[in-house]
């Protein structure tokens, strides 16, 4: 075993454990994805910081408009953090619903990509394939029996096409984040995570996937 896979298997261990800890307990629920969101906005911002990095105008204008636009972000997620527990009694399962769409999402998009491959999606993520974009939606798709009528009662083409915006809209995140770390000339937004890379290599389809979810089941 290779020094890489037990990093890899070391951290994955470690966020199992503080996974199952936040679903004991909410105050470490509420403590842990602050600091995580926290931690990706600082991830985010230093991404950004190396793409526009010189003391021009335009570059300063970009710098300023990135900073604000992913500070109102942070806002928005610690607001939905802090309304999880509160009187939002659907929130917790529209969050849950959208997180594990953009998961499944990105477990179909590289099963599928692998098993299939065939004609690359864009030059962006030379790795990523029409077929593992399908692959996406097909994982996504799976979540709509469990929780349809049983925990989200919605219209069955409804809740299938908010399903699909938010497979789709992490496709769309993925390749941005994709795009900035290749501008950026880095492989990793950070090495907090051993064998992972940063927190935003890892939710980088989620994090464009929550507000998007949010927004969707409370228009629809």
């Keep these: ?3 890489e896979l037990r990093k890899r298997i ?3 261990l470690v966020l199992t454990s503080l996974l199952t800890a936040m679903f004991l307990y909410s105050y470490i629920m509420v403590v842990t994805l602050i600091t995580i969101a926290i931690i990706i906005w ?3 911002y230093a991404l950004i910081s190396k793409i526009f990095k010189k003391n021009s105008i335009k570059d300063k204008v970009f710098r300023f408009l990135y900073k604000l636009i992913s500070l109102l972000y942070l806002s928005f997620l610690v607001y939905l953090i802090f309304s999880i527990e509160s009187h939002y009694k659907d929130l917790k399962i529209y969050l849950l619903y959208t997180v594990l769409v953009a998961i499944l999402s990105d477990i179909g998009g590289l099963v599928v990509g692998k098993i299939f ?3 690359k999606l864009t030059k962006i ?3 990523k394939t029409v077929s593992g974009s399908i692959g996406s939606f097909i994982f996504s798709f799976s979540l709509i ?3 349809y009528e049983k925990y989200i009662e919605y219209d069955l083409l409804i809740l299938t096409l908010i399903t699909l915006l938010i497979s789709f ?3 769309l995140g993925d390749l941005f ?3 900035l770390k290749r501008k950026a000339k880095v492989k990793d937004t950070s090495n907090i995570l051993p064998g992972h890379g940063g927190f935003l290599d890892r939710v980088d389809g989620i994090i464009f996937a929550i507000p998007v979810g949010v927004l969707l089941f409370n228009l629809s």
Aim: glycine share 4%; charged share 15%; aromatic share 16%.
């Design 145 to 147: 029996p469990l929780f």
């Design 117 to 119: 491959k065939g004609k």
């Design 125 to 127: 993520s030379p790795k």
């Design 42 to 44: 600082v991830e985010f």
């Design 10 to 12: 070391f951290t994955s």
């Design 1 to 3: 075993m290779n020094s």
């Design 177 to 179: 984040i994709s795009y």
């Design 169 to 171: 809209i992490t496709q």
